[in-house]
T-cell receptor
């Protein structure tokens, strides 16, 4: 069974500061990994995904994430936070060997950006 | 394309009543998913369909919950009878066969009093 752990349910940064949201996963096979963002009163939107190939993945809005197999991690980063980045972020994993459309989500990390 | 469309956006009902949530996926998408989001449990997959056929309903909490997809452009999630612990945001999402990206609707906020 797959699982996702997001460390820190709430992260607060200042505008212009580095954003680091942590995600660790558990999977019996090399997984597909995703980060989704949810703005207030909206559905989730895909930020970026890792399937195969390059382990550093770039997404929308300046976010990127690096797949580290040895650490079973897929942390999300952005060099400089913007007020518009305030949202909830979800890490997710799917099993490419099975039902790869069936995502297991972490519990989310709420990002607050202070002026 | 208008994206995934869910209705209603908000539903307030009393315990014991039947609730029906509706979803229109993006045209051409072969997969449809129903998720439930609560503070305590986060985002949980309830059921998903492929080409209108239910593939995995292991996340459906109990027999009070049922989901149907009578055609490629419409799905329903029904709760009968509803209970206060069913209060949550219910999301529908769809995906195409060649793309693992899920497209989410804006959700239905359900409150059972």
């Amino acid at each position: 069974a797959q699982s996702v752990t997001q460390l820190g349910s709430h992260v607060s940064v200042s505008e212009g500061a580095l954003v680091l949201l942590r995600c660790n996963y558990s999977s019996s096979v090399p997984p597909y990994l995703f980060w989704y963002v949810q703005y207030p009163n909206q559905g989730l939107q895909l930020l970026l995904k890792y399937t195969t190939g390059a382990t550093l993945v770039k997404g929308i809005n300046g976010f990127e994430a690096e797949f580290k197999k040895s650490e079973t991690s897929f942390h999300l980063t952005k060099p400089s936070a913007h007020m518009s980045d305030a949202a909830e972020y979800f890490c997710a994993v799917s099993d490419p060997g099975g039902s790869n459309y069936k995502l297991t989500f972490g519990k989310g990390t709420l990002l607050t950006v202070n002026p | 394309d208008a994206g995934v469309i869910q209705s209603p956006r908000h539903e307030v009902t009393e315990m014991g009543q039947e609730v029906t949530l509706r979803c229109k996926p993006i045209s051409g998408h072969d997969y449809l998913f129903w998720y439930r989001q609560t503070m305590m449990r986060g985002l949980e997959l309830l059921i998903y369909f492929n080409n209108n056929v239910p593939i995995d309903d292991s996340g459906m909490p109990e027999d009070r919950f049922s989901a149907k997809m009578p055609n490629a452009s419409f799905s329903t999630l029904k709760i009968q009878p509803s209970e206060p612990r069913d209060s949550a945001v219910y999301f529908c999402a769809s995906s195409g066969i060649t793309n693992e990206k899920l497209f989410f609707g804006s959700g239905t906020q359900l409150s059972v009093l």
